[in-house]
């Protein structure tokens, strides 16, 4: 929009003097209420007197926002217009692919074509690809990125046509880093600047990013968050993100991390405090006189966990740290001058010990007290189930029996799981009691006891030798350590505990320590900075001789690339059901995530990580037990290797600097001989190819006319799933392995995929067909349609009710005409910001999804592809209401919608097989008119793509 079009109806427009440079720039203090926002509603203020359109942004509602009432429930419907948007390869192939495809939509509803393109600047990192099939070798880097770039040559020759056929679109290749990472240190700007009309505008930067942890950039006080793949398009393609003004919750962090406490033990402790507080679909917003000793690498590692406490963002204001850290990380002192000159100027620079600083008022206020910090670890299925590092044997032997095989199975939320029983005796295994292994299910092994009867101190342990590839002979049982991972951009962002596992490593290995051979260790920094600093601090060796050798730069085992365990390990605890773990400094933890041999999994700091690997068992308490026997004979306490923050702090300011960070970006979007080598297709359409299983045209468009269809009620729906609480979007659109005997599996052989090529669905996401046999196939989700069960499979009713894979009965319904629908728990979509977990969801029938509650990105993403997300009464569930799922359903009320209006509930009412009727007003969770937009014309794509058709 151009200056004369802009309304500026508060006369908000003005100059800045930056180093010789003049900026135009949108006044806060023109709006009354301004000057005591939170920093976060700042930001958003700034963006609705930028965007002031008189029509999508009006005066009124920036008037709305700059009278803020703090104590309010949201009910105020804005447009927020992000900046830029980043994306990682995992979603960013399929938003390219729509986007593609939209190219070739728009022609046939008679538009321009050159119309679909990016509005505003799309980066995209690749960072989702890589998987640890090789590790502790010296080429393990090597050898793992040419397999990546094997498996993966499809999917990167399209993004490189992208690249070249859409403006304002860049690809970071393989092999540089984790997106968040990267955005951190080098894409955010900070302050974003934009010509207009011959003038520099100058505004901050924000973003929405196709990750849940796009919120680690909060920590350089950018505002940002994780979207939807698809409403991440849209973004590209100019349409705000509607939201309502939130509630923001103040948090002051006070006191000093005490000697032995990490980064991510505070932020273990942040996510348990804030998930418990009840956060879902607020700001959190860090502030007061302790925000300045907060190091912005550990300011990075609380934001990107929002996604676990569940809050929109965890922003840190701008101060002299957060410019400290882009003059280090190599932006230009020019830029570093802007950021410092616009956040005073606007009042927002964060310094409460300035004459005349306001401090903002909050809708809710906590407080932590750092030196309050204990030694953590979480798990062993969420990252907001923290466990004190002193209580985590006890905590490990409390949960076993909801793991080990012996069991009595039952259900707890989404995934199978097995009965509490007594709490478990944990013996050496020279004492252990015998279990014959590879006894059945159904059989007892001789001597054993059934059912009930076997004594908890049984199950509690299965040792069972293993014959290594090296011809060595070893034991293990439940609860070994078999992953031992140093991954994700939570973590290996931050040098005090990337430093501090090196260190630790080092120690080790000066006193003789060596891992356990069962474990598999792998390091995937999140950039080439961290193995920089490694190499000139002399560290690297020390972590080689554990075996956490560099695997790659990329997200790895946070994401369930953490590649198959060793033959003779997976066979072991497949024959012998162990329960084995996983220990990894990641954000991500969920049941099936991380290896499909591995039933728990735990979160702890790098150096924690490398500890696990030297004692290979989670039965085990670091602060009675030796973690192994130096070669002196005398025993060595974890306390006698842990490194001291002056140690750590020393590496850091003898090895990093500014030049590291310049050279190490210097050509960051120009990748490798490999990336360059790529044969780059041309052209402003895509040439598809109909034999890619990576790659092809989805079919959302299919048919599409300029006018949406009437919005219509549901009739005779049948259900899919019945779920319980905390279904993740893993357990509806997994990520990680395929496993062979699965729709998606027999799709891949059927076109001449052999099963050593599967990859993951992540990296197949590019692909509908993949993906829509890979919905709600997760090897832990549950459905409560059957008993006993777990995996992608429910009831069939057009063939009598028996079991099927969810696709196959998915297609049978639609082939019959019967529309689905999914009852679910609580926290209905938590977890990642997956896109496909809605398209999945759609493609497969599903009308109307039913849960007791609904994470933020999800309950969009499904109004994104013109799913309902419906919720039950309040205090109700389908369990309260006596919902069986062999129902039918009709949903009555719908069709108001079609008058633009939104109704607050529609009438739910089931039909049993006898004929009983259950009847219920739910509520829709359409929460804005733009969401009502979105929702009347079948998806978020279609409506922009008719806005993109009539322009």
């Known amino acids: 929009m151009t200056a004369g079009q802009h309304p500026d109806s508060f006369s908000s427009r003005s100059t800045l003097e930056v180093a010789g440079t003049t900026y135009d720039y949108y006044r806060l203090d023109a709006v009354e209420g301004a000057a005591d926002l939170p920093f976060s509603l700042k930001v958003l203020l700034e963006n609705l007197l930028r965007t002031e359109d008189g029509l999508n942004v009006t005066a009124d509602a920036v008037r709305a926002l700059g009278g803020w009432q703090a104590d309010a429930e949201p009910d105020v419907e804005i447009q927020f217009t992000p900046g830029r948007v980043v994306m990682q390869d995992f979603t960013g192939v399929p938003c390219i692919v729509d986007l593609a495809t939209m190219r070739e939509a728009v022609v046939d509803l008679g538009g321009d074509p050159a119309k679909v393109n990016p509005l505003a600047p799309a980066e995209l990192v690749i960072d989702h690809s890589v998987i640890v099939d090789s590790f502790g070798t010296p080429d393990s880097l090597e050898l793992n990125m040419a397999v990546e770039y094997e498996r993966n040559r499809e999917r990167y020759q399209f993004l490189r046509w992208g690249q070249t056929a859409f403006s304002d679109f860049v690809v970071v290749p393989p092999g540089v880093g984790i997106v968040h990472q990267v955005n951190l240190e080098r894409l955010a700007r900070g302050v974003m600047t934009k010509e207009v009309d011959g003038r520099t505008v100058a505004y901050p930067d924000t973003l929405v990013g196709t990750d849940s942890h796009t919120t680690m950039i909060n920590g350089i006080g950018v505002l940002g968050w994780g979207v939807g793949g698809i409403e991440a398009e849209a973004a590209m393609l100019g349409q705000p993100v509607s939201m309502l003004i939130p509630r923001v919750v103040g948090f002051r962090l006070s006191g000093e991390i005490p000697v032995g406490v990490t ?242 490593a080092k120690k080790a290995v000066e006193r003789g320590l060596d891992r356990k051979p069962w474990v598999k260790t792998s390091l995937a920094p999140g950039s080439k900075v961290v193995m920089d600093y490694y190499e000139k601090a002399g560290l690297t060796p020390y972590l080689d001789k554990l075996g956490f050798n560099l695997v790659g730069y990329g997200c790895t085992t ?206 197949r996401r590019g692909n509908h067909e993949v993906m829509i046999r890979g919905t709600f196939a997760n090897i832990r989700l549950r459905n409560q349609l059957l008993d006993g069960v777990q995996g992608g499979y429910t009831r069939d009713f057009t063939s009598g009710g028996g079991q099927a894979f969810i696709y196959d009965a998915a297609q049978h319904y639609a082939e019959a005409g019967t529309p689905l629908v999914v009852l679910a728990g609580k926290e209905y979509g938590s977890g990642s910001s997956r896109d496909w977990a809605a398209k999945g969801t759609a493609l497969l029938g599903v009308t109307v999804v039913v849960a007791e509650s609904f994470e933020r990105i999800h309950r969009s993403n499904l109004i994104g592809m013109g799913v309902l997300p419906l919720q039950f009464p309040a205090g109700e569930s389908a369990a309260s209401l006596g919902l069986t799922g062999t129902e039918t359903f009709d949903v009555t009320g719908i069709t108001a919608l079609q008058d633009g209006t939104t109704p607050r509930t529609v009438r739910v009412v089931a039909r049993s097989e006898a004929g009983e009727e259950t009847s219920f007003d739910a509520v829709v969770r359409i929460d804005t008119p733009g969401e009502a937009d979105y929702y009347r014309n079948g998806g978020i794509l279609q409506f922009v793509l008719r806005s993109l058709a009539r322009a």
């Open 263 to 504: 980064a991510t033990d505070v932020v273990l402790t942040i996510t348990e405090q804030l998930r418990r507080h009840g956060v879902v679909g607020k700001f959190v917003e860090f502030y007061g006189e302790g925000v300045a000793a907060v190091p912005l690498a550990n300011r990075a590692t609380i934001g990107n966990m929002s996604p676990e406490f569940g809050s929109t963002c965890a922003i840190f204001p701008v101060d002299e740290v957060t410019t400290e850290y882009l003059r280090l990380t190599g932006r230009s002192e020019q830029q570093v001058a802007l950021v410092e000159a616009y956040a005073r100027a606007q009042g927002m620079w964060h310094d409460p010990s300035a004459e005349g600083y306001t401090e903002p008022r909050f809708s809710e206020y906590l407080e932590l007290d750092l030196s309050t910090v204990v030694p953590s670890i979480a798990g062993p299925k969420r990252p907001q189930d923290r466990i004190a590092l002193s209580d985590a044997r006890e905590g490990f032997l409390s949960v076993l029996p909801d793991y080990a095989g012996d069991a009595d199975q039952t259900q707890d939320g989404g995934v199978t799981t097995l009965a509490d029983q007594a709490s478990v005796e944990s013996f050496p295994a020279s004492d252990a009691p015998s279990i014959t292994p590879g006894a059945a299910d159904d059989e007892p092994a001789p001597g054993e006891a059934t059912g009930s009867q076997v004594p908890a101190q049984t199950r509690a342990s299965r040792p069972t030798s293993v014959r290594m590839a090296d011809g060595t002979t070893t034991e293990i049982d439940h609860g070994a350590v078999v992953i031992a991972a140093i991954t994700s951009c939570t973590n290996t962002s931050n040098p005090t505990v990337m430093v501090a596992a090196a260190l630790l």
């Open 558 to 763: 946070c994401i369930g690339n953490s590649g198959p365990l060793p033959t003779e390990v997976s066979e072991a605890v497949q024959a012998n059901d162990l329960a084995v773990v996983s220990v990894l400094s990641g954000n991500r933890n969920f049941e099936g995530r991380i290896n499909p041999d591995v039933k728990m999994n735990y979160l702890a700091s790098p150096p924690l990580v490398v500890a696990y690997s030297l004692v290979g068992t989670m039965d085990f308490d670091f602060d009675s037990e030796p973690v192994g026997t130096a070669t002196d004979g005398s025993p060595v306490m974890l306390a006698d290797i842990w490194p001291s923050p002056e140690e750590v702090q020393q590496v850091i300011d003898s090895t990093i600097d500014l030049q590291m960070f310049a050279d190490g970006y210097a050509d960051v979007f120009a990748g490798d001989q490999r990336w360059q080598s790529l044969p780059t297709p041309e052209g402003d359409t895509f040439a598809w190819d109909a034999g890619s299983t990576y790659v092809r045209k989805p079919p959302y468009f299919d048919g599409m006319s300029m006018d949406p269809a009437p919005v219509a009620d549901v009739t005779g729906a049948r259900v899919l799933a019945l779920l319980g609480d905390s279904v993740t979007t893993d357990h509806i659109s997994p990520a990680g392995a395929i496993k062979p005997g699965t729709p998606a599996a027999a799709y891949l052989e059927a076109n001449g995929v052999a099963r050593t090529d599967y990859n993951s669905y992540g990296s």
